[in-house]
């Protein structure tokens, strides 16, 4: 009773006023900054460097803030392993009086309080493996991050590319007279809309339409490239292992269930204690300090751990199998790539040669120029529509190997 009326007391203390009260100033603040918020054609255009926006997605974006908060979470977990050996201290005190002599002044005898000290590390056995396992997983935090860092820089490179041929494309169409748009205005519109809000969610920041400069982002050179798509990027490797490593140690942690449990604890008496004004003091001293060593083994008579051990190595055979068809699909998928790469690069060396060589050709009639001019003008066309294609392959490298070298 005593201490569902403390816990309420306290309740009332934390909480200050109704619920209600609570869900109509959250609400308040809600409408507030709902009639704040701007739609795209009211906010600014503000102009940014690559190297800006790849700082504002770093400080901004929801994925890599949610990735830092990984990592300090494992890294946390992991110092936790040593924590937990520190003897914990804990403090008790209650006050007890009769109603009738409640004004009345408080005495000593009113009060009692106590320290204690304890100290615990339950199944040592276990304490490399909880050390191993807390350092895999801060490791494997790191490198999620650093994964989806790439994944958020492929997909703003490929948006400022695409953004910069197609604006490279109305340039190059608005030369010739006759063309006519063939997308109504609301589509053009609504493809504006969704470019500003893709780049405003990979930056995390929605106060602007930010226009990334092209100029600034590095370009991806294949030639920078072409020796290591027969390789696997040093972080893909880790992805890999990072799964074979994860089934293993699921299979070490069911074997360590062999191992005997051996449990150690120190108990002491109160390191201070007063009692209702009759005694107070420090009780601790080596005669009443007992160090508690416990040890026990259970046989697995009924076969549950190796049943367990069995399911788990199963389990990492099958992770070892599923790792080695992902490493085919994935070869497979670099040498399309390559491919691809080969085939377009091949392409737009005919391509500029077969521009060169009809620039050079000589005209007599202005039937002849304007030909000339026009095949001229679709070739180039053609040109921008197959590197607006090719975007697509440079997002992939960028996204597998990282971001270019700026030059």
Not at 177 to 196: F, G, L, M, R, V
Request: proline letters at 3%; hydrophobic letters at 35%.
């Amino acid at each position: 009773m005593k201490r569902n009326v403390a816990i309420l007391a306290l309740g009332a203390l934390l909480t200050g006023c109704s619920l209600q009260d609570h869900i109509d100033s959250a609400s308040e603040k809600i409408e507030a900054d709902y009639m704040s918020v701007k739609v795209w054609d009211e906010l600014p255009l503000r102009v940014i460097s690559w190297e800006q926006a790849v700082a504002m997605m770093k400080k901004n974006n929801a994925d890599l803030l949610d990735a830092e908060s990984s990592i300090r979470k494992a890294e946390r977990e992991a110092t936790s392993v040593y924590t937990d050996m520190i003897p914990g201290l804990s403090y008790y005190s209650y006050f007890t009086r009769s109603i009738n002599g409640l004004s009345d002044a408080i005495s000593p005898d009113d009060i009692s309080t106590r320290i204690n000290m304890t100290f615990s590390v339950p199944t040592l056995t276990q304490v490399p493996y909880r050390v191993y396992a807390a350092k895999a997983r801060a490791f494997a935090a790191i490198k999620a991050k650093e994964g989806k860092q790439r994944e958020l820089e492929s997909r703003l490179y490929k948006i400022v590319r695409l953004h910069d041929i197609e604006a490279r494309i109305k340039a190059h169409e608005a030369k010739q007279p006759n063309q006519k748009s063939e997308s109504p205005a609301y589509i053009a519109n609504e493809e504006t809309d969704k470019h500003w809000k893709s780049v405003a969610e990979i930056l995390g920041n929605y106060e602007a339409r930010w226009q990334i400069l092209p100029s600034s982002a590095p370009r991806v050179r294949w030639s920078d490239y072409w020796h290591k798509l027969d390789k696997l990027d040093p972080l893909v490797v880790c992805h890999f292992a990072l799964k074979l490593e994860q089934a293993r140690m699921a299979q070490y942690s069911v074997a360590l269930s062999y191992l005997p449990t051996i449990n150690t604890s120190l108990y002491s008496p109160s390191l201070f204690s007063s009692s209702g004004g009759t005694y107070e003091g420090t009780f601790l001293d080596g005669e009443d300090t007992r160090i508690n060593l416990s040890i026990s083994y259970s046989l697995d008579t009924q076969l549950r751990t190796w049943n367990q051990y069995e399911n788990s190595k199963d389990r990492f055979e099958s992770t070892k199998r599923k790792v080695a068809v992902d490493m085919i699909d994935h070869k497979n998928k670099m040498h399309k790539l390559r491919e691809s790469i080969r085939l377009y690069n091949n392409w737009r060396k005919y391509m500029q040669k077969r521009m060169d060589f009809v620039r050079s050709t000589p005209v007599s009639t202005s039937t002849e120029f304007l030909a000339k001019e026009k095949a001229l003008h679709e070739m180039q066309l053609e040109l921008l529509n197959q590197e607006k294609a090719s975007v697509d392959s440079e997002a992939a490298v960028v996204l597998e190997y990282g971001m270019p070298a700026k030059s």
